[in-house]
């Protein structure tokens, strides 16, 4: 049976790579009158999708539902009928989250939630929980308290304690010693910071981290399975766009060199200011920009952290530059804050007259990126003599200009020359 034509298959295609692109799930183009509920993976109903047409076609990238569930391996009718269990489960719990006023019970249900989203995005039955499986220590509650008077007055009762730590059947190499040592000092300097932590929203994310850390040590293994996705996010990363929208021109016939220059040297303190913005905690982003989605944000700023932050002090995990693994979204929820700070009287950007100029190029790109122009601006190589923008990095690497290379993949947004200053 051909996956079209399987109702399970369609519904598992939602959370399904596509094999012809990058796209990340099959989206259905429902009726005029179902559109309302064709905003989301999560907003999509479940039963629509198992009614599309054999021959429709995702969205987001216009290939089949075929390209979105070309899995090498199939599951079987029951894995099928589990994973659909669990995408039901997942859409429930999404739902939950969305009422949940309690911060703490709102991580947990959270994290539970990225665990789900990433099994059903490998079709895998099996949920890998970071923080253990029962039971947890080698002795219960109820066999403690049974045996306790019988073993009390014997030596044996201490050994009743003891875990017996088998051998791995894999031993590490010298390499991999030495990363699960870095990995093992890392987790004690996590668990140190997390005793010190007196944000909410941080501790959360520290622990959910921890316990991944905790989880790998316990396999001896060094890569740790991350539940909130891997770099980068976004077709298109922030710097090409920023980059594109400062050097692309109305006009094919003349070039402004000095007004691309002027645009490029704000591009590389925006891009500066972006990459080492110190990222709020969702409450308080929440409080400057009220009008967000949380959970949206929640999911950016725990992947900020785990990519951006976090590698500055724990050298286990790989350090990278914010500007070039967020794109589109993580570029507006960035202004969109900024600008609100600036209405506060909160924003540092330098001095004044820095501030007169960047202000209203920030303020371009945010009002570029929400209303985007159906014409495509083409985008031509700099000019001779102009320098891609640079900017502040964590990483020791140097700045690269891949905007112009990746623009005819990447960039299919329209670009509008906005002149500022």
């Avoid at 799930?25 to 999509?44: A, H, K, N, S, W």
């Avoid at 029962?134 to 003891?162: Q, W």
Wanted: negative net charge.
């Amino acid at each position: 049976m051909r996956v079209r034509d399987d109702d399970n298959l369609k519904v598992l295609a939602l959370f399904a790579k596509c094999t012809e692109c990058r796209c990340t799930g099959f989206r259905p183009i429902l009726d005029d009158d179902q559109m309302e509920e064709d905003g989301g993976l999560f907003l999509v109903d479940f039963k629509l999708v198992r009614n599309v047409d054999a021959d429709a076609l995702c969205r987001g990238c216009s290939h089949s539902i075929d390209a979105h569930a070309a899995h090498s391996v199939r599951p079987t009718k029951a894995d099928q009928e589990k994973l659909i269990q669990l995408a039901n489960d997942t859409h429930d719990l999404h739902s939950l989250m969305s009422t949940t006023e309690d911060t703490d019970e709102l991580h947990i249900l959270y994290q539970i939630f990225q665990l789900f989203l990433s099994a059903l995005k490998k079709w895998n039955t099996s949920i890998d929980v970071p923080f253990g499986s029962p039971k947890f220590e080698s002795s219960s509650a109820y066999n403690i308290v049974t045996n306790f008077a019988a073993a009390s007055e014997s030596t044996d009762f201490i050994d009743y304690f003891s875990d017996a730590h088998a051998a791995h059947s894999v031993r590490p190499t010298k390499a991999d010693q030495e990363k699960l040592i870095q990995l093992a000092n890392d987790t004690h300097d996590l668990h140190s910071r997390m005793s010190t932590t007196e944000d909410t929203d941080e501790l959360h994310i520290l622990y959910q981290i921890f316990q991944l850390f905790l989880s790998a040590l316990k396999k001896w293994n060094t890569s740790i399975d991350v539940p909130f996705g891997s770099p980068k996010f976004e077709s298109s990363s922030a710097y090409n766009i920023v980059t594109n929208f400062a050097s692309a021109s109305e006009s094919t016939e003349f070039i402004d060199t000095k007004e691309i220059q002027h645009n490029l040297h704000l591009s590389s303190k925006l891009l500066s200011l972006m990459n080492t913005w110190k990222i709020p905690s969702p409450t308080v982003y929440h409080e400057i920009v009220p009008k967000i989605d949380r959970v949206q944000y929640r999911l950016f700023y725990s992947r900020w952290m785990y990519y951006v932050i976090l590698p500055q002090q724990f050298k286990s995990l790989k350090q990278y530059e914010a500007v070039e693994i967020f794109g589109q979204k993580g570029l507006q929820l960035y202004l969109k804050f900024a600008l609100s700070q600036v209405e506060r009287g909160e924003f540092q950007c330098g001095s004044k007259s820095t501030a007169c100029d960047l202000l209203p190029f920030m303020a371009s790109i945010l009002s570029y990126l929400e209303n985007p122009s159906k014409t495509i601006a083409k985008f031509t190589m700099l000019p001779n003599g102009v320098d891609p923008p640079k900017f502040t990095r964590h990483s020791e690497r140097e700045v690269s200009c891949d905007s112009v290379s990746d623009s005819r993949d990447e960039d299919k947004m329209s670009r509008v020359r906005t002149k500022v200053g």
